[in-house]
């Protein structure tokens, strides 16, 4: 079992860096592609600079702590389409019968798709990232807590894309609801957790757990807690697995049912 985690690792490192490459054979649109996303982000800054010239502080939070915000979920959501960014593929594959050059490869299917794809301007998104927090809250030991934190972030963002996703293995033409709610996802993930009502926090921490990418690593870069933090990476666990087990349920009913006729 050890050697097959190994295999698939190694495997999808090959991937990455296979379509890192791939992506850089035009060096100019590659960094142009960064360099207009640090910006289309950076443009946000001028939004909390005038709210907060208004007043003092948002809820509790000051513009440093709000820059958190910002700066995990970009940092979170650029590792995740640099990563895993065939996932956001997925229901075209399934819907257009791409999906079946994946399962003759003697491979693990769900980490082959996810790593089949890379986008170019989400290192601009893990730049941004960065840099908001050495901006506004460098440590040494914030950036050290930072990584770890966007790791998981990004790992949380890609196992609910494959949730969503594999809802098109059930529903053909489901994408279009899937792509609305990463959108409520990530939203979720860029404010602060003060400006929504309970109920909507309630829906935050449960149906589309946007507090777990983004509320939750915020509040421990300001005040680690290590009860917090175990939670943190039980759920990201937790949530790992439902997308595995979500995902093979839908291809097992995408191997035997009619979709190849509606893909024909």
């Known amino acids: 079992m050890l050697t097959a985690v190994k295999n698939n690792f190694k495997i999808m490192f090959l991937s990455i860096k296979y379509n890192l490459m791939r992506c850089m054979e035009n060096n100019v649109a590659f960094m142009t592609?960064?360099?207009?996303?640090?910006?289309?982000?950076?443009?946000?800054?001028?939004?909390?600079?005038?709210?907060?010239?208004?007043?003092?502080t948002v809820g509790s939070y000051t513009l440093n702590d709000v820059m958190l915000f910002w700066a995990v979920s970009s940092g979170s959501f650029g590792l995740a389409h640099i990563l895993f960014n065939g996932i956001h593929k997925l229901p075209d594959y399934i819907e257009e019968g791409?999906?079946?050059?994946?399962?003759?490869?003697?491979?693990?299917?769900?980490?082959?798709?996810?790593?089949?794809?890379?986008?170019?301007?989400?290192?601009?998104?893990?730049?941004?990232?960065?840099?908001?927090?050495?901006?506004?809250?460098?440590?040494?030991?914030?950036?050290?807590?930072?990584?770890?934190?966007?790791?998981?972030?990004?790992?949380?963002?890609?196992?609910?894309?494959?949730?969503?996703?594999?809802?098109?293995?059930?529903?053909?033409?489901?994408?279009?609801?899937?792509?609305?709610?990463?959108?409520?996802?990530?939203?979720?993930?860029?404010?602060?957790?003060?400006?929504?009502?309970?109920?909507?926090?309630?829906?935050?921490?449960?149906?589309?757990?946007?507090?777990?990418?983004?509320?939750?690593?915020?509040?421990?870069?300001?005040n680690f807690s290590l009860n917090k933090f175990l939670i943190l990476i039980i759920f990201t666990i937790f949530i790992i697995i439902l997308a595995f087990i979500v995902f093979y349920r839908g291809l097992k009913n995408y191997s035997s049912s009619n979709l190849m006729g509606i893909r024909g």
């Open 98 to 222: 791409k999906l079946d050059a994946y399962l003759t490869m003697p491979k693990n299917v769900l980490c082959y798709v996810a790593t089949s794809s890379l986008e170019p301007s989400a290192f601009g998104d893990l730049i941004y990232g960065y840099l908001a927090l050495i901006i506004f809250n460098f440590s040494i030991k914030n950036i050290l807590l930072y990584t770890l934190l966007i790791i998981l972030g990004s790992l949380i963002f890609t196992s609910f894309a494959v949730i969503l996703n594999s809802i098109t293995f059930f529903i053909f033409r489901f994408s279009y609801v899937t792509e609305a709610l990463k959108e409520v996802f990530l939203n979720g993930c860029l404010y602060p957790d003060v400006i929504f009502k309970r109920a909507v926090k309630i829906i935050f921490f449960t149906l589309i757990p946007s507090a777990f990418a983004s509320w939750i690593p915020v509040h421990l870069l300001m």
């Open 33 to 56: 592609s960064i360099i207009m996303m640090i910006f289309n982000n950076a443009s946000f800054i001028i939004q909390w600079l005038t709210i907060f010239a208004l007043k003092e």
